[in-house]
């Protein structure tokens, strides 16, 4: 059955009561929407690996969404791999907290859970806090392509293009990691952050929404730039706990996709 939601915007919700839209590994490419900011986070051969990508960015973006059920049947049918692959990337999703599996019933995508935003909030605005303020302190610190990125995000905004907006967003703060010299953090929360990124897709539709993380953008950018280290930590902050703040309110508009 499709199910097509108005409220993800430009977001892809072409979504059957199984599984969402998922592509055929052999159709993966760097160039592919879907593969855009988890492609950048390393890159790796073994299947099963592509598959977890696949699926959880599927997952993270809301292609899949929060309560489906997942057929291995399908998934190995859609994804054309075999099932030895597709249990690994499942036991790995599992272990996100993403994905339960539960014998006799079945494995599903888990619900949002106002826990686990709360904790990779916590995680994130740690960890980036910290590398903004490892920036500052970087006197070869080099915000070039922050700022393309910001022109990059203005761009989408225009054009309404959420999936592009979102890409940039993550590469901007990839970039902020990047020139702290910790990139191997931002890869090593990335399992974390998508408790956070479904929250974060939810709310994007909201142009209000969009036009305030660009303003917080751009304020990070000014702070790195300016190389201020309590200004950079504040805004880091603040825009980090936006996604826990609108939480309830999200919470309360798409009941079907949380649990206590
Ligand atoms: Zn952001």
Same mark, same amino acid.
């Given at each position: 059955?499709?199910?097509?939601?108005?409220?993800?915007?430009?977001?892809?919700?072409?979504?059957?009561?199984?599984?969402?839209?998922?592509?055929?590994?052999?159709?993966?490419?760097?160039?592919?929407? !879907? +593969?855009?900011?988890?492609?950048?986070?390393?890159?790796?051969?073994?299947?099963?690996?592509?598959?977890? #990508?696949?699926?959880?960015?599927?997952?993270?973006?809301?292609?899949? +969404?929060?309560?489906?059920?997942?057929?291995?049947?399908?998934? !190995? $049918?859609?994804?054309?791999?075999?099932?030895?692959?597709?249990?690994?990337?499942?036991?790995?999703?599992? $272990?996100?907290? +993403?994905?339960?599996?539960?014998?006799?019933?079945?494995?599903?995508?888990? *619900?949002?859970?106002?826990?686990?935003?709360?904790?990779?909030?916590?995680?994130?605005?740690?960890?980036?806090?910290?590398?903004?303020?490892?920036?500052?302190?970087?006197?070869?610190? #080099?915000?070039?392509?922050?700022?393309?990125? +910001?022109?990059?995000?203005?761009?989408?905004?225009?054009?309404?293009?959420?999936?592009?907006?979102?890409?940039? =967003?993550?590469?901007?703060?990839?970039?902020?990691?990047?020139?702290?010299?910790?990139?191997?953090?931002?890869?090593?929360?990335? *399992?974390?952050?998508?408790?956070?990124?479904?929250?974060?897709?939810?709310?994007? *539709?909201?142009?209000?929404?969009?036009?305030?993380?660009? =303003?917080?953008?751009?304020?990070?950018? #000014?702070?790195?730039?300016?190389? =201020? *280290?309590?200004? !950079?930590? !504040?805004?880091?902050?603040?825009?980090?706990?936006?996604?826990?703040?609108?939480?309830?309110?999200?919470?309360?508009?798409?009941?079907?996709?949380?649990? =206590?």
């Amino acid at each position: 059955m499709i199910r097509q939601t108005d409220h993800l915007g430009c977001i892809q919700v072409a979504q059957c009561e199984t599984i969402g839209v998922v592509k055929p590994v052999d159709e993966l490419t760097d160039a592919s929407p !879907a +593969l855009a900011s988890v492609g950048r986070v390393r890159k790796r051969e073994r299947i099963s690996d592509r598959v977890y #990508d696949e699926l959880a960015s599927a997952i993270r973006d809301m292609r899949i +969404l929060p309560g489906s059920a997942l057929s291995e049947t399908d998934l !190995a $049918e859609r994804l054309q791999v075999s099932r030895t692959p597709l249990r690994e990337a499942i036991a790995r999703l599992v $272990e996100t907290g +993403l994905v339960s599996v539960v014998p006799q019933v079945g494995t599903r995508v888990e *619900p949002i859970r106002l826990h686990d935003v709360e904790q990779a909030r916590f995680v994130r605005e740690s960890l980036e806090a910290s590398a903004a303020e490892a920036v500052c302190a970087r006197p070869e610190r #080099d915000v070039r392509r922050l700022r393309a990125l +910001l022109a990059e995000q203005e761009r989408c905004f225009q054009i309404h293009d959420l999936d592009g907006f979102f890409a940039a =967003d993550e590469a901007l703060h990839e970039q902020v990691f990047a020139l702290a010299g910790y990139v191997g953090a931002w890869q090593l929360m990335q *399992p974390t952050k998508m408790h956070l990124d479904r929250i974060r897709r939810l709310s994007l *539709p909201d142009e209000a929404t969009v036009r305030a993380l660009i =303003d917080e953008h751009a304020a990070i950018v #000014d702070a790195l730039e300016a190389g =201020d *280290p309590l200004a !950079a930590r !504040a805004h880091v902050k603040r825009h980090a706990s936006r996604a826990s703040t609108e939480a309830p309110a999200l919470m309360a508009r798409y009941p079907d996709y949380f649990a =206590d």
